[in-house]
């Protein structure tokens, strides 16, 4: 066990579903996973470890933000050796192009926040998804009905932004939505020589705050998690 995750040595697989709700975890383990086993609660942060189409898979909750993920995620890889891990999340577009209920693959990570800028000491870095889980989720995603894009994201430490507007700038250099999450777990994927992507629902627009879907985001999230887990059962 570690400092913050109380389950034993070969409680948790090598591949790993990171949503940041706890609870959503814990619909995944109970919706698709054989055998489903409770193998951390401490804090309330969920972990359980399963089957998947016949292979050993876990799913954990991280948190809201980078620094809560940050715990978990450098647990996960330092204490037991995961090896793959897929965020599973939410994100406000950006982008007209980017609607409501669509799927993000995130290529890569900017950030709003300072973990980065401590590790390398104020200069940049540019955390990036596996190339190869991003083809197969692209692969798999674009065999079916939802509409996916490929791109860079933008993970902000602040929701509630003092600036209403800010976000422009970001799209203007083409990033296609808001989360709080992927820098960091694409920055410790590099840091660990492990193998991490973000897939990500829209769940509202700043472009067009009319549409939204947080009345009814289980159904994108259900189709993400089936994406996801699919794309690690390959």
């Known amino acids: 066990?570690?400092?913050?995750?109380?389950?034993?040595?070969?409680?948790?697989?090598?591949?790993?579903?990171?949503?940041?709700?706890?609870?959503?975890?814990?619909?995944?383990?109970?919706?698709?996973?054989?055998?489903?086993?409770?193998?951390?609660?401490?804090?309330?942060?969920?972990c359980f470890t399963g089957s998947y189409r016949g292979k050993?898979?876990?799913?954990?909750?991280?948190?809201?933000?980078?620094?809560?993920?940050?715990i978990y995620v450098n647990e996960l890889f330092r204490d037991y050796n995961v090896q793959r891990v897929i965020r599973v999340g939410s994100c406000g577009s950006i982008q007209p192009k980017v609607k409501v209920r669509d799927l993000i693959l995130a290529a890569g990570a900017c950030s709003t926040g300072n973990m980065n800028r401590r590790r390398f000491q104020g200069m940049d870095f540019a955390p990036v998804s596996d190339f190869g889980l991003l083809r197969q989720a692209h692969d798999l995603a674009t065999a079916g009905s939802t509409p996916v894009h490929v791109g860079n994201v933008l993970a902000t430490d602040s929701f509630y932004e003092p600036d209403a507007d800010g976000w422009k700038m970001w799209a203007t250099y083409q990033v296609l939505a808001i989360e709080m999450e992927s820098a960091e777990l694409l920055t410790l994927a590099a840091q660990f020589d492990r193998r991490a992507l973000s897939i990500l629902t829209v769940s509202d627009s700043l472009v067009d705050p009319s549409t939204d879907a947080l009345q009814?985001?289980?159904?994108?999230?259900?189709?993400m998690a089936e994406l996801a887990l699919n794309t690690l059962a390959f």
């Open 56 to 70: 050993p898979i876990s799913v954990m909750g991280s948190g809201m933000g980078q620094p809560s993920l940050s």
């Open 1 to 46: 066990m570690s400092i913050h995750i109380s389950a034993k040595p070969g409680e948790i697989a090598a591949d790993l579903l990171l949503p940041g709700d706890p609870l959503r975890a814990k619909f995944i383990a109970e919706t698709f996973f054989e055998s489903p086993k409770l193998v951390n609660e401490i804090r309330g942060m969920y």
């Open 216 to 223: 009814d985001r289980e159904r994108g999230f259900r189709a």
